[in-house]
């Protein structure tokens, strides 16, 4: 239950008195951490901490000279902060009734300005009062907050428009009254203006939660704050209320929003973030409440950690996939790094999962601030194990996952087998097909990232097929946007596979355009750690195809030949080499840095960009063609001939794929009459057979795209069971 003094605010308010006022800081209010244990915290976080805790006072005393570190690049003011006027454009915004401001899909953009009002920079200076008891911080923290409320009144402005803003804000400035407990700078009158703002902060976002535009992460961060505000200060009269409204909401709403696999459907990494660190908060809280969590709640958050732990990158990386806003739902860490660190140990603690602790052994820098000290002590007593699978299949998401271990050098791949996410897909990016892929601890293939939810060029083109590590096909790809949230068409749901053989792993997934074509990826990972991706594609009229490769930052990709290519990392030694096949009258661009394509970038964080390499093919298809391209991160060019041995099949085309290690593939290109016996003959056509080969002995014999009608059901289960090959679709 909420915490009061029985001190209570209403509409009108009424001044606080001395004696009122240390009755209320006097009175426990059942935080996430103790504010009354601050030396004690203090001494442990400088000693287990020490780049987290100098970084606190770094960060701290460059917002005290005006100085706000947001999406790469650093903000100055010259001693007051303008609320309503937006650094980039430095256009201000009017103070109107916010019911009258209108900026989505119009042109205008208040990211930045937003980011800024929810006053999460704050964070900084009160952290380094709690952890110094120098006045200087709390003063400056106060300073902003009373200039805040002065300059934005309730309902008035750009700041009031967005309840997710309002809430997060809340939450900001519960989390800074804690910090500043003790602080001779937060006085009666400070405080009462405070809590008064505060308190219509509380019934704005009551009135006007996100039930009708934006029902998704915005509802969710709204019930947090609400929840948060309202369980922390009791004092008003409404706060029982907003409690239970806020509980309502959100143990609805994980269900509403939260696939049975446990990934959030807006099918973004940024957003299935920010859920799980909503519903962390939230548990937590009313664990340190007393109150009982619902079962349901629990359980789809060990899903949602289950995801994180699979999908996290060798080295703890993120993949961007989906939007991605650049923010963050509570921001302790001061170097605002997107981490899933915290998330999995929180989750390791409430779900009692071992193999949530093994990324990460010690107690990240969020969770010491965040869990309560027994839960801090049963993560650090609880033994770490690696997690029992290395493949992982999201159904209902579409995401498959293959890792070769589970140490910081393992090579990994992330497949996206294709699906828009829920409601409008306003953040789903025409990604079907796409894979990202880590050699060997070294991420080589990424998603681009977001860099805008409104620039004129960026935002069509970061949420393309076109920026994706996948085959777009026509002009308009894979779907149509509609605005900047939405689209006009998209393919249903790709249909998803994976396959564990004696010598390799497949994993693929096919789907069928807005146009009526289609396309079936194949990623074959071979015995000696290379990767062969087969595309399909189906043109019912004449089409152009492009294939797309989008390497990480840091790497140089250097052109070889004509169909091959190295990548080398930075020390220049060749961690991957890169052959095309059947590409022989396509043509392959190399390109790096922003040119005419938009396609030498990458966005890590929101209105950020990088310079990257590109490699592009583009050519013709009417009816179908075969494509592949051999990624080998064994440092050596495996030797790839046409038509160079004599063909078991009438093919279209062979190719022989040679290995130092000792493997050898043959790619069959339409092969037709294949005979395969059983107990029975079967006689069929396909659009590929692939023959491995290891040390001289048949390893595996994979056939894909059975083109035979009279080939039933049954004949194909006989030909996998008893016919030593693997089918495919």
Sequence with gaps: MSVSTGVYFDDKGSAFTPETYKAYWDVKRNFYFEPEDRERLAARLARE???????????????????????????????????????????????????????????????????????????????????????????????????????????????????????????????????????????????????????????????????????????????????VFSMVYGEHKAAAQWTSAACAILDEEIIAQVGSDGVHKELSTCYHTYTVEYYLQYILLRQIHGEDVPNHLLHILEKMCEFCLAVERPGSSIPLIGDGDGGYALPLNPDRQLSWKWILCAGATLCNRRDFKYRSTKLPWEAAWLLPLALQEHFLAMPAEP??????????????????????????????????????????????????????????????????????????????????????????????????????????????????????????????????????????????????????????????????????????????????????????????????????????????????????????????????????TREKCCGRIIRAFLLNPNGYYCKIEKDTLPSLYECECLYSITSETGMKCFLYVEPKNVQISTDYAYTVNARWLLQIEFDGMLKDFIAAGLSDESLTREARADIEMNGSVSILP
């Design 387 to 616: 997690p029992a699978d290395t493949v992982y299949s999201f159904d209902d998401s579409n995401y498959l996952v293959y890792r070769s271990d589970w140490t910081e050098t393992g090579d990994y791949l992330l497949f996206d087998a294709g699906q828009m996410g829920f409601l409008s897909a306003g953040h789903s990016h025409a990604d079907f097909l796409a894979f990202e892929y880590v050699a060997a601890g070294i991420p080589i293939l990424i998603d681009i990232g977001t860099y805008s939810y409104s620039h004129p060029l960026w935002r069509n083109f970061e949420r393309s097929s076109q920026a994706h590590n996948t085959l777009q096909i026509g002009a308009e790809g894979q779907a149509q946007p509609l605005g900047n949230f939405s689209w006009k068409t998209f393919p249903d749901k790709g249909k998803a596979w994976r396959r564990d053989l004696q010598s390799c792993q497949v994993i693929g997934a096919a789907y069928t355009t807005i146009t009526e074509d289609s396309h079936t990826r194949n990623v074959v990972i071979l015995p000696d750690r290379s990767l062969l991706c087969l595309d399909a594609v189906h043109c019912k009229a004449s089409q152009d195809i492009e294939c797309n490769l989008y390497f990480a930052p840091g790497l140089e990709v250097q052109h070889v030949d004509q169909l091959n290519y190295t990548v080398s990392g930075s020390n220049n030694s060749v961690c991957t080499s890169i052959a095309f096949i059947g590409y022989e009258n396509a043509d392959i661009v190399l390109s790096k840095g922003e040119t005419d394509s938009n396609k030498g970038v990458i966005f890590p964080g929101y209105a950020e960009k990088t310079d990257i390499y590109n490699c592009s």
């Design 49 to 227: 901490y020490r780049l987290e805790f100098d970084s606190v006072f770094e960060k701290a005393d460059a917002v005290c000279d005006f100085q706000i570190s947001l999406f790469g690049t650093v903000l100055r003011y010259e001693g007051k902060i303008d609320w309503n006027r937006d650094p980039v454009s430095q256009s201000s915004w009017p103070k109107r009734h916010w019911s009258r401001l209108r900026f989505v899909d119009a042109g205008s953009d208040p990211k930045f300005l937003w980011e800024i009002n929810r006053h999460q920079f704050l964070l900084a200076p009160a952290m380094a009062f709690y952890l110094s008891g120098d006045e200087k911080y709390a003063q400056y923290a106060v300073e902003q907050i009373l200039d805040w409320i002065e300059c934005c009144p309730a309902g008035q402005g750009i700041n009031w428009a967005e309840s997710l803003e309002v809430a997060t804000r809340l939450v900001t400035w519960v989390w800074i009254l804690e910090l500043l407990r003790g602080s001779s700078s937060l006085q009666a009158e400070q405080l009462w203006v405070i809590l008064g703002s505060m308190h219509k902060h509380a019934q704005h976002v009551s009135r006007y939660f996100s039930h009708y535009i934006s029902p998704n992460t915005h509802l969710t961060g709204e019930a947090l704050g609400l929840f």
